[in-house]
């Protein structure tokens, strides 16, 4: 009687647990929200990525207060989904979340892109200047005269060096 009991309640929760695995794995749908570039100017192109068989469903969408809603797209090959939104021109400079809208359920990743007003400074070290500036010259022109006197000095006191010896 005990064991009949016993194995009806290992059965029971058995079934529990097995009709509860996919239903669970259900509420992790979405996932992983992703943007790139994470620091981007105003009208830039973001790319969104989500991680999620729901987020391959029309009507799925990524939406922000940075840019216009967008539809997402599934991606071949896997269960995720990108969108590649526009930001609008308006934005305003600083961190924005983005919220993902899929199967009837919703995730935010907070801060999930920056947006800075301007473009992007790249290339060496972000310098933005077409030549010297002043700053330049001044160092370089003291740099000049610092060798010209040292050189000066050098060959000075060689050649009184050289009188002293009567060569």
């Known amino acids: 009687m005990r064991t009949t009991r016993a194995l009806a309640v290992a059965v029971t929760a058995g079934a529990v647990v097995?009709?509860?695995a996919p239903t669970?794995?259900?509420w992790a749908d979405p996932t992983n929200i992703v943007a790139m570039p994470s620091v981007i100017p105003r009208g830039g192109h973001l790319t969104v990525t989500v991680d999620g068989s729901a987020c391959q469903?029309?009507?799925?969408?990524?939406?922000?207060?940075?840019?216009?809603?967008?539809?997402?797209s599934?991606?071949?090959g896997g269960s995720s989904?990108?969108?590649?939104?526009?930001?609008?021109?308006?934005?305003?400079?600083?961190?924005?979340?983005?919220?993902?809208h899929c199967g009837g359920k919703t995730l935010t990743k907070p801060s999930a892109f920056t947006v800075i007003h301007g473009g992007v400074r790249g290339g060496l070290g972000g310098s933005t200047s077409s030549g010297a500036t002043s700053t330049d010259m001044a160092i370089g022109g003291g740099l000049v005269a610092a060798a010209v006197i040292g050189g000066g000095v050098f060959w000075m006191r060689r050649r009184s060096e050289n009188a002293g010896r009567g060569l």
């Open 24 to 26: 669970a794995s259900a």
């Open 81 to 100: 989904a990108s969108a590649n939104p526009v930001v609008n021109h308006h934005a305003r400079p600083g961190a924005h979340d983005i919220t993902v």
């Open 57 to 72: 469903a029309s009507g799925s969408k990524v939406t922000s207060n940075a840019f216009p809603d967008t539809t997402l």
């Open 18 to 20: 097995g009709l509860a």
């Open 74 to 76: 599934p991606m071949p």
